[in-house]
């Protein structure tokens, strides 16, 4: 085994969003030097783990690195997302973090940049592919950027039984199906759920096909008050101001999200069933509720 020395002011765990942001900071505001150490083979984080129709949840604008846009701005103009901005891909979004450090962090000379490694703790870390180890003398401070612990299906164990003859998998393997299924369940009611419905919608499967199994229904915000240009002004600071008057005139908390729905800055997508929690994933509601005929089972998933 070999073990190299190395030094360096900031040395950064994770080149997911958050470690590449915290570099480009670091690079464009201090002449600091930084190792970047990550178990993946490409910056980027989980989106090298996404499913294949994976897309930002909100504008491809407030995503990023402050040094360089991801998007141009563009409005879509057909799909789910029509007339708002548009949603970089999980492609996308890993061509744009695969850019940032081959432009612009690496050619600074200041980074230097350890893929397929695993940090152990301590300043030190060992390749994944060979048995060489990395001590670091770190002359300012270890960035945690493993802190927010992002999971996606592809990369956790599910918290329970599957019965024997089900095919299971995590939402990756439904593009790579090759027969019909007597029917799709979705487990999960969050931002990856929903895209697993509205895929199954989108690739003309039947509604009655589909069962969505989630704990409890969420409050979801409209994604038309999250738009970055001047031309959702009113939606979108108008929903700020809802907002703030909400808060101020509430009686309880019952009555507040009562006033938020009625004001339109959150809904919900069965308005038979009272959500008991809050999702910030933004969302266009219509896309799903156009599609009341699906069976949602509300059951706690243990
Ligand atoms: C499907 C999906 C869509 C999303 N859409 C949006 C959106 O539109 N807008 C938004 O703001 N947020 C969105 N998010 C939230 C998202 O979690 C964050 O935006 C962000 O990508 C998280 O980045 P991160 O750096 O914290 O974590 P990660 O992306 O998980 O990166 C952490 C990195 O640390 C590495 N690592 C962990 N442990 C070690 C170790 N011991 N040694 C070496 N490396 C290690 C991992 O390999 C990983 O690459 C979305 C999340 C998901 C799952």
């Known amino acids: 085994m ?12 994770g080149s997911g969003a958050v470690g590449m942001a915290f570099a ?5 505001e201090t002449d600091a ?11 980027g984080g989980h989106w090298n783990d ?30 789910l997302n029509k007339g708002l901005s548009e949603l970089a891909s999980g492609a996308e979004v890993m061509a744009y973090f695969d850019k940032v450090m081959k432009h612009t962090f690496l050619p600074s000379g200041r980074v230097k940049y350890f893929p397929m490694c695993e940090y152990k703790g301590d300043g030190k870390f060992s390749s994944l592919l060979s048995d060489t180890s990395y001590e670091v003398k770190v002359n300012k401070k270890i960035i945690d950027g493993t802190y927010f612990k992002t999971s996606v299906p592809a990369t956790h164990t599910p918290n329970f039984e599957i019965a024997k003859g089900v095919k299971f998998g995590p939402l990756n393997d439904l593009p790579s199906l090759t027969k019909p299924r007597d029917g799709y369940v979705i487990i999960g009611g969050g931002k990856t759920g929903i895209d697993a419905v ?3 919608l989108e690739n003309h499967i ?25 031309d959702f002004f009113t939606h979108t600071i108008g929903a700020q101001a809802t907002q703030a008057e909400a808060i101020a005139e509430a009686e309880n908390i019952e009555d507040l999200f009562n006033r938020l729905e009625k004001g339109g800055v959150l809904m919900r997508i069965d308005p038979n069933v009272r959500p008991q929690m809050f999702h910030v994933p933004p969302l266009v509601v219509k896309s799903l509720s156009n599609y009341a005929v699906l069976k949602i089972l ?3 998933v243990a």
């Open 33 to 43: 030097n930084i190792i970047i150490v990550d178990k993946h083979h490409k910056p």
């Open 24 to 28: 480009d900071v670091l690079l464009t």
């Open 50 to 79: 996404a499913y294949s129709f994976v897309t930002l949840h909100q504008p491809s604008s407030f995503y990023g690195v402050s040094s360089r846009e991801l998007c141009g701005g563009m409005i879509d103009k057909i799909g």
């Open 206 to 230: 039947d509604p009655d096909n589909i069962t969505w199994i989630m704990p409890r229904d969420a409050w979801l915000i409209d994604r038309k008050n999250t738009q970055p240009s001047r």
């Open 2 to 13: 070999s073990i190299q020395q190395l030094e360096t002011d900031y040395l950064i765990i």
């Open 198 to 200: 509205l895929w199954l």
């Open 298 to 300: 509300c059951v706690k």
